[in-house]
Nanobody, 129 residues
Framework: EVQLQASGGGLVQAGGSLRLSCAAS????????IGWFRQAPGKEREGISC????????HYADSVKGRFTISSDNAENTVYLQMNSLKPEDTAVYYC??????????????????????WGQGTQVTVSS
């Protein structure tokens, strides 16, 4: 059974940092790309980042580029999202998602991934002003 366990969310002041973790199990880690989506109340889902061990590429939405860094520990089957310089508009539920082989071709608001993607439970990130 595919499982994606996200953790690390919380409440932080604007300008602060958080690191999200996504522990994956139930599939061959190298066969999938792992990424993060987020959704704020009343807003569309937003694809924000992805990392693929197959092609060693990382991808970011423009809204987080330069502030967020995605990385993976293949030995631990875990993907991390380091979030720096957080803004109130980063407040959302963050979801860890696995997709087959390589990362999605697009990122940003309204991009929801593929129908066969595996989604973990979300973790709440709240950034106060």
């Amino acid at each position: 059974e595919v499982q994606l366990q996200a953790s690390g969310g919380g409440l932080v002041q604007a300008g602060g940092s958080l690191r999200l973790s996504c522990a994956a199990s139930g599939f061959t880690f190298d066969d999938y790309a792992i990424g993060w989506f987020r959704q704020a109340p009343g807003k569309e889902r937003e694809g924000i980042s992805c990392i693929s061990s197959r092609d060693d590429n990382t991808h970011y939405a423009d809204s987080v580029k330069g502030r967020f860094t995605i990385s993976s520990d293949n030995a631990e089957n875990t993907v991390y999202l380091q979030m720096n310089s957080l803004k109130p508009e980063d407040t959302a539920v963050y979801y860890c998602v696995a997709t087959e082989q390589i990362c999605w071709p697009a990122y940003g608001l309204g991009y929801g991934g593929y129908k066969d993607d595996y989604w973990g439970q979300g973790t709440q990130v709240t950034v106060s002003s």
